[in-house]
């Protein structure tokens, strides 16, 4: 725990990250437990949700309003707004950028562009009209374990030259090692001088947390957590344990147990995220998590984990996926 | 992942340490198959229970075999031994030595003595009784975070001059972050420049691996590990996930896979460890988690998460402890 960490901030991803679990099916009282929680704990910001055009997404009706976040709707669910900022994620095809209002109108404080790296250049238009508008911004690149460093490089120089804050390096599969995310962590600052860094991690190997505090240690400042972990899959880094474990005073753990304790171990019971064996085979194998989800969609085939290894490693199965 | 890991050996401790959560109520077969899986996924040691006395003990009559190892029965349950070798706990003041073969008429390989700093001294006696009976021995040091560095001074010169092998860093109360292992790694490298040194760490913080494979990187070269992280409170680091990490081409992750998929994933149902709140909240506060599983016993106050940890970090009720 060094002097270093002492500019990190931590950005709860609960609602955003954890509505891929659940399908956004928060109730207002649930969001707004947690929002007073993380304030109370000192929480520098919290994704509430995607700013995505329910227009541009199949299967919007079915999803809870965290999905398609709507200014008047934010003023009700948060009337009194204290230290923590509101963040929303929006994905590059998905967002219509006329639902923007400018940010002395909004709710919102930061809005956070994810995009693969062939659309990096696509992601900083949509940053610098956000940008413009008067919103803090993050560009996150998903899925690095499986960029090439030319495409990197090149990703690198548009991104120098851009007006975002922020640029994340997200580990989509859960599959890097402490020393991949500081070899990255190094990589980025070295091409990046001019940039923060922030990390999203993912826990299908346990290293969430490690990763995090690690990339924290060598120089990144926006750390991702989701409150008990929950995220897509194998979840994330545990906002619990950050908060634990940051040297800065303002943070308090207390408020994030009692959110554990009311809301996040009875949904618990009813979703599941976490350390699971078929996340830890994706995470083990650098692949996305989609093939552990629809095994353990199927009351059948969950914890079938031999077969789903075999399934994943057998060449002629596995290179046809 | 280094070159430097190819010196690495595991030790699987799902009997031993898995039994404190169980009673060591494992069966026969359960047993035989943890054995053969191990040995076809290339695991080097198989802690296979404690080596202590019954007489020493109370408690005894109810507890599994595993406890009170017999070399007799020992023979029976394993009758074609693979590579994989056989390991055994002992506790000082509670082995008879009498209870200990010579190597060459015992299934042990390697027995371990675990103790508190000020038992060194002792432990190297009994260190020195099994070396000298033919033995691959080790000395596995507890609750480290709570030593001062004078008694590891004046503990250091005593291991210097003894016949062990192996040197521990033990984390016993899950505790210590990545760096703090690093730190006590290279500290006993430099006051124990002849001997190996092993790590067995707790996931109370879900530092488990991540400890793990950072003290493996900086030099040590016995770890660890449970299947499935089964062991006393929050568990140990996952045998999985070292087996799929580590470099050494003879390592197999699939017969691990097979022994959680058959064995711990229902016993999982059953018994509890893991990362659960109240063992959170004792390795964030550096202590012994034996408050965390009083309360985990008893179904009124588990899941208290607030409650707990007010009784812990209260001060007056704290230091009455």
Not at 42 to 70: H, Q, T
Not at 130 to 159: D, K, P
Request: aromatic share 8%; proline share 3%.
């Amino acid at each position: 725990m060094s002097a270093k960490n002492n500019n990190c901030k931590i950005v709860d991803c609960t609602i955003r990250d954890g509505g891929l679990v659940n399908n956004w099916d928060f109730s207002v009282e649930f969001v707004q437990h947690l929002y007073n929680s993380l304030n109370e704990a000192g929480v520098d910001y919290m994704e509430i949700g995607y700013k995505n055009s329910p227009k541009l997404l199949k299967g919007a009706d079915s999803a809870g309003p965290w999905r398609f976040l709507d200014d008047d709707f934010l003023r009700k669910v948060i009337p009194n707004k204290g230290n923590t900022k509101l963040s929303a994620l929006v994905d590059i095809g998905r967002v219509d950028e006329n639902d923007i209002l400018p940010r002395s109108e909004s709710m919102l404080d930061l809005i956070r562009v994810a995009c693969y790296i062939q659309d990096v250049d696509k992601a900083l238009d949509l940053v610098k009209i956000f940008h413009e508008r008067g919103y803090e911004t993050t560009l996150n690149i998903m899925a690095l374990s499986n960029v090439m460093e030319n495409q990197l490089i090149e990703a690198f120089q548009l991104i120098r030259e851009s007006v975002v804050d922020v640029v994340y390096i997200v580990d989509s599969y859960g599959s890097l090692k402490p020393n991949d995310y500081v070899y990255l962590v190094n990589k980025f600052k070295e091409h990046l001088p001019n940039k923060r860094l922030g990390a999203h991690t993912h826990n299908n190997m346990q290293l969430a947390f490690a990763n995090t505090i690690i990339a924290a240690e060598s120089g990144v400042e926006l750390l991702d957590a989701s409150v008990y972990g929950m995220g897509r899959a194998a979840g994330n880094c545990n906002t619990e344990l950050l908060v634990a474990h940051l040297p800065n005073a303002k943070y308090n753990v207390r408020p994030v147990l009692d959110m554990i304790e009311k809301y996040m171990l009875p949904l618990r019971e009813k979703e599941e995220w976490g350390y699971i064996m078929e996340y830890m085979v994706t995470g083990m194998l650098d692949e996305h998590p989609r093939s552990g989800m629809a095994q353990r969609d199927n009351v059948e085939m969950r914890d079938r984990v031999v077969e789903f290894y075999d399934r994943l490693t057998t060449p002629e199965i596995a290179h046809s996926k």
